[in-house]
């Protein structure tokens, strides 16, 4: 789990999507509350003026009614007084209509005026509240704004001296609901313009960095050489890395074909050996045969009888020995031919067949103290490979179990077909399928846990300088995976070795 976090977290698609998204949720977030401070601002500010202007109208009212009152010299008769005021409520209460204002007049803690329906209980809930928080402006004005029964009123406040009037204008939030949606809409519009850009951002990202590396890894991935054209970075590493495929690919078929050889080299020195072997036997009874030859000449006695019979016998081993050697010297000469001869083809292989010609080889060419059996799966399905390379890759196995059985041992090859449904917790990396699966063990010294730990690297070796390149398992490694397969190697100190080649079907 852990682990497949950090596969996601070192994704360069997460690379690239995390912080922009990051960026975009803080910086969508400081934009936010940017324009909610400079908007509603704004707003409250419009709004603000528009109440002022309107108690303004509402005091110029008042104002042209006492100023018609001074002209007329009526200022001090009663009457004349009563009756302006009376008009002037008048003119208030239609100017309140046309303006759609709730509202009242208040004279000496008294409404002489009062529209709306809530307007009383309105002003009554937050009397004490307008008190405290009006206070007065230049124009004997102030302005608030108040909640009331779930809804936003704006209050503007303004008192006409001369009169005593305090003249309070309501207006419901909602007559301004237009501007609050006009505003609301631009928030929108802002936005879905915001994460266009980011998408939009994203897109471009993925095409022009996503994109090229994948064209770049993908092909790694399959294990084909990679290439990018178009950004000079891209180019320059899709070249150096084709470069390195090129050379490691070189390398390795040098390495291979030195194998090949190596693998000539030591069977072929078995077959000498086996060679000296029957030769010994054949010179030891030429020899007897002659000396028996010999003395019956010298002694001109018959040959016949007991003596007859024994240099037949031993001109027949003679005779089957040679044939023994003619037959092993043509074995070589044909591995020979066909190891330098064969190319590189993937082909239907048929590893049962392959495993049954080694170990027949093995068998002439191995001392005869190793004891070699296979153990076949009679249905193993083809696969497809190059045989050659296979046939490489467990005679380097085989070898190594050979060298480290000096004194004798059991060389088992067995095949057998695996199935996995789900991975092996020991394994995690193989892939579960169906594969063709070839076990070879030895009982010889066996390894222990750092020696194990090392062995398929190159140059690894544990052996004298002549005896050993460390090469064997290295070019095992790189053919089994150049098959997409997988082997693992299982040793204990004296327990002996197992290598299993996994190879997908
Ligand atoms: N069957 C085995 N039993 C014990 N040790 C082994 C076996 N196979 C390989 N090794 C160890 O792995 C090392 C590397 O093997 P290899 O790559 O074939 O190189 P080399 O045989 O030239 O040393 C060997 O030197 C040996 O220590
Ligand atoms: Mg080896």
Same mark, same amino acid.
């Given at each position: 789990?852990?682990?497949?976090?950090?596969?996601?977290?070192?994704? @360069?698609?997460?690379?690239?999507?995390?912080?922009?998204?990051?960026?975009?949720?803080?910086?969508?977030?400081?934009?936010?509350?940017?324009?909610?401070?400079?908007?509603?601002?704004?707003?409250?500010?419009?709004?603000?003026?528009?109440?002022?202007?309107?108690?303004?109208?509402?005091?110029?009212?008042?104002?042209?009614?006492?100023?018609?009152?001074?002209?007329?010299?009526?200022?001090?008769? !009663?009457?004349?007084?009563?009756?302006?005021?009376?008009?002037?409520?008048?003119?208030?209460?239609?100017?309140?209509?046309?303006?759609?204002?709730?509202?009242?007049?208040?004279?000496?803690? $008294?409404?002489?005026?009062?529209?709306? %329906?809530?307007?009383?209980?309105?002003?009554?809930?937050?009397?004490?509240?307008?008190?405290?928080?009006?206070?007065?402006?230049?124009?004997?004005? &102030?302005?608030?704004?108040?909640?009331?029964?779930?809804?936003?009123?704006?209050?503007?406040?303004?008192?006409?001296?001369?009169?005593?009037?305090?003249?309070?204008?309501?207006?419901?939030?909602?007559?301004?609901?237009?501007?609050?949606?006009?505003?609301? @809409?631009?928030?929108?519009?802002?936005?879905?313009?915001?994460?266009?850009?980011?998408?939009?951002?994203?897109?471009?990202?993925?095409?022009?960095?996503?994109?090229?590396?994948?064209?770049?890894?993908?092909?790694?991935?399959?294990?084909?050489?990679?290439?990018?054209?178009?950004?000079?970075?891209?180019?320059?590493?899709?070249?150096?890395?084709?470069?390195?495929?090129?050379?490691? !690919?070189?390398?390795?078929?040098?390495?291979?074909?030195?194998?090949?050889?190596?693998?000539?080299?030591?069977?072929?020195?078995?077959?000498?050996? #086996?060679?000296?072997?029957?030769?010994?036997?054949?010179?030891?009874?030429?020899?007897?045969? $002659?000396?028996?030859?010999?003395?019956?000449?010298?002694?001109?006695?018959?040959?016949?009888?007991?003596?007859?019979? %024994?240099?037949?016998?031993? @001109?027949?081993?003679?005779?089957?020995?040679?044939?023994?050697?003619?037959?092993?010297?043509?074995?070589?000469?044909?591995?020979? $031919?066909?190891?330098?001869?064969?190319?590189?083809?993937?082909?239907?292989?048929?590893?049962? &067949?392959?495993?049954?010609?080694?170990?027949?080889?093995?068998? #002439?060419?191995?001392?005869?103290?190793?004891?070699?059996?296979?153990?076949?799966?009679?249905?193993?399905?083809?696969?497809?490979?190059?045989?050659?390379?296979? !046939?490489?890759?467990?005679?380097?196995?085989?070898? #190594?179990?050979?060298?480290?059985?000096?004194?004798?041992?059991?060389?088992?090859?067995?095949?057998?077909?695996?199935?996995?449904?789900?991975?092996?917790?020991?394994?995690?990396?193989?892939?579960?399928?169906?594969?063709?699966?070839?076990?070879?063990?030895?009982?010889?010294?066996?390894?222990?846990?750092?020696?194990?730990?090392?062995?398929?690297?190159?140059?690894?070796?544990?052996?004298?300088? %002549?005896?050993?390149?460390?090469?064997?398992?290295?070019?095992?490694?790189?053919?089994?995976?150049?098959?997409?397969?997988?082997?693992? &190697?299982?040793?204990?100190?004296?327990?002996?070795?197992?290598?299993?080649?996994?190879?997908?079907?």
């Amino acid at each position: 789990m852990k682990a497949h976090l950090r596969k996601i977290a070192n994704n @360069l698609a997460f690379r690239i999507i995390a912080p922009i998204a990051a960026f975009t949720l803080t910086a969508g977030f400081f934009m936010y509350l940017f324009v909610l401070t400079t908007i509603s601002d704004f707003v409250d500010s419009h709004i603000k003026e528009n109440m002022i202007e309107l108690s303004r109208y509402a005091y110029n009212i008042c104002d042209s009614n006492l100023n018609e009152l001074l002209k007329a010299g009526l200022i001090k008769n !009663e009457k004349a007084v009563k009756i302006k005021k009376a008009l002037t409520i008048g003119m208030l209460e239609d100017f309140m209509t046309t303006n759609s204002l709730k509202g009242s007049i208040i004279e000496n803690d $008294r409404a002489i005026l009062s529209t709306g %329906d809530s307007t009383e209980e309105l002003l009554g809930k937050e009397h004490k509240r307008q008190h405290d928080l009006l206070t007065e402006t230049e124009f004997g004005e &102030a302005f608030i704004n108040i909640e009331y029964g779930g809804r936003k009123y704006y209050v503007n406040h303004t008192h006409f001296q001369p009169w005593e009037w305090h003249i309070v204008l309501i207006k419901d939030a909602a007559q301004y609901s237009e501007m609050q949606n006009n505003v609301r @809409l631009a928030y929108l519009v802002t936005g879905i313009i915001f994460s266009i850009s980011v998408v939009l951002l994203i897109c471009y990202l993925n095409m022009t960095i996503k994109s090229p590396v994948a064209r770049i890894i993908t092909p790694i991935k399959k294990g084909e050489t990679p290439e990018y054209k178009g950004i000079h970075e891209f180019e320059f590493i899709s070249d150096s890395i084709k470069d390195m495929m090129f050379e490691k !690919e070189r390398l390795m078929k040098q390495i291979i074909e030195e194998q090949k050889l190596k693998g000539i080299r030591v069977l072929a020195s078995g077959v000498a050996h #086996n060679f000296n072997n029957i030769l010994v036997g054949v010179l030891g009874y030429a020899s007897l045969i $002659r000396t028996w030859l010999e003395e019956a000449k010298n002694n001109k006695q018959p040959i016949e009888g007991e003596l007859l019979d %024994d240099i037949l016998k031993y @001109l027949r081993t003679v005779e089957s020995s040679a044939q023994k050697a003619g037959a092993l010297a043509k074995e070589l000469a044909e591995l020979s $031919r066909k190891r330098v001869l064969e190319k590189d083809f993937i082909r239907q292989v048929d590893i049962n &067949a392959a495993v049954t010609e080694l170990a027949r080889l093995l068998k #002439n060419t191995f001392p005869k103290n190793i004891e070699i059996s296979a153990n076949l799966s009679a249905n193993l399905p083809l696969i497809k490979g190059n045989a050659s390379q296979l !046939e490489q890759a467990i005679l380097n196995i085989c070898i #190594n179990s050979k060298d480290t059985m000096p004194d004798g041992g059991i060389l088992m090859i067995d095949t057998y077909f695996t199935s996995l449904t789900s991975k092996n917790p020991q394994y995690p990396y193989i892939k579960p399928g169906n594969y063709a699966t070839i076990e070879i063990t030895d009982t010889g010294e066996g390894m222990d846990e750092e020696t194990l730990n090392h062995i398929f690297e190159p140059f690894f070796t544990t052996k004298e300088p %002549d005896k050993g390149t460390g090469l064997g398992l290295a070019t095992v490694y790189a053919i089994v995976k150049a098959h997409r397969g997988y082997v693992i &190697a299982k040793s204990a100190p004296s327990k002996g070795s197992t290598f299993t080649i996994y190879l997908p079907i």
